[in-house]
């Protein structure tokens, strides 16, 4: 167990020292009272000495050796975009040098401290943008942690970056954002693929969620080499009721898939599945059934998955050379 902290330095407080000592540090139009959010407004960071503040105030924490981690968070949108340092010629670059401004501080502090993992937070500060990743080894996408909607929001972020880029957790059920509840195993399954953890309290799971958590680690564990170093699919699906995934390793020998049943329904809930990249000269076992699959069957006529009368099921499969 490693020690981490939660900021979020870019914004402040109204009721702050330092709000109160450079009210003109934030974004801000003159003459109009700036747009508060969340109870908070954006430091400039396009300005020098608000940059310096922030390294100086992190410093503070991550001198004494004691923080492994940060959540760097960024919880709202850019408001009042508009410097008081620049020139209005100069108004137009406002955004631009923002993010310059931040990747400076990242840039500082990550070669300062390069053993600290950062995990970036996309939400108000909308960050996916490849930069970023030069200074945040994961990033995470929401506080929506519902795993049927998790299906669409990793599948998403997949498009344009590699899964282990994305932090994926299993969390409480019902889903404090959507009230939604879903089995242990689905929640699991669904993250597993991606940068995998949890964020629940463990004092207040049973003992039998306890230890399916622990089940659950052990057989992560035998895939996290796969899924860290792996090719990762995404299977487009004319039966939109299901959502496939899959991660394969560099000779194509091993694959792992995952197919999310949306809603259990007598018309939908009967589909066929294959896997068009795997060695169609290879026989491949299947780990749970023992059955075995030669790689054009799986290529060109697939298999389907059996029938399970449960909205939000998770079937699994794991294929292996033999």
């Not at 959010?37 to 390294?55: A, P, Q, T, W």
Request: proline share 4%; glycine share 6%.
């Amino acid at each position: 167990m490693k020690f981490g902290l939660w900021f979020e330095p870019e914004v402040v407080n109204k009721n702050s020292q330092l709000y109160k000592q450079h009210p003109d540090w934030i974004l801000h139009v003159p003459s109009y009272t700036p747009m508060e959010g969340r109870h908070e407004y954006v430091l400039d960071l396009s300005r020098k000495e608000v940059r310096d503040y922030i390294i100086c105030s992190l410093e503070k924490y991550l001198k004494p050796g004691y923080l492994d981690y940060i959540k760097w968070d960024m919880n709202r949108p850019l408001t009042d975009v508009n410097s008081s340092f620049l020139k209005k010629s100069q108004k137009g670059e406002i955004y631009h040098r923002y993010i310059l401004g931040l990747y400076e501080i990242l840039d500082i502090i990550t070669r300062k401290y390069p053993n600290l993992l950062i995990e970036g937070c996309s939400s108000g500060g909308a960050r996916f943008d490849p930069g970023i990743l030069s200074y945040v080894g994961q990033n995470w996408c929401s506080d929506n942690t519902d795993c049927f909607d998790r299906t669409v929001i990793q599948k998403g972020f997949s498009m344009l970056y590699p899964p282990v880029a994305m932090g994926a957790h299993v969390s409480i059920t019902p889903n404090h954002q959507t009230g939604r509840e879903t089995t242990f195993d689905a929640r699991y399954k669904v993250a597993k693929m991606y940068n995998f953890g949890y964020e629940l309290d463990l004092e207040k799971c049973s003992n039998e969620e306890r230890d399916e958590i622990y089940k659950q680690i052990i057989s992560y564990k035998k895939l996290q080499k796969l899924i860290m170093n792996g090719v990762f699919y995404r299977h487009e699906m004319s039966n939109k009721n299901y959502e496939m995934w899959s991660i394969c390793n560099e000779n194509r020998s091993e694959c792992h898939v995952m197919i999310f049943q949306k809603m259990y329904s007598p018309l939908l809930s009967h589909e066929r599945f294959t896997i068009p990249y795997l060695d169609q000269d290879m026989d491949y076992c299947e780990e749970e059934s023992n059955l075995i699959y030669g790689g054009d069957e799986l290529a060109s006529i697939g298999f389907y998955v059996p029938i399970i009368k449960e909205d939000f099921h998770v079937f699994e499969y794991h294929f292996k050379s033999c």
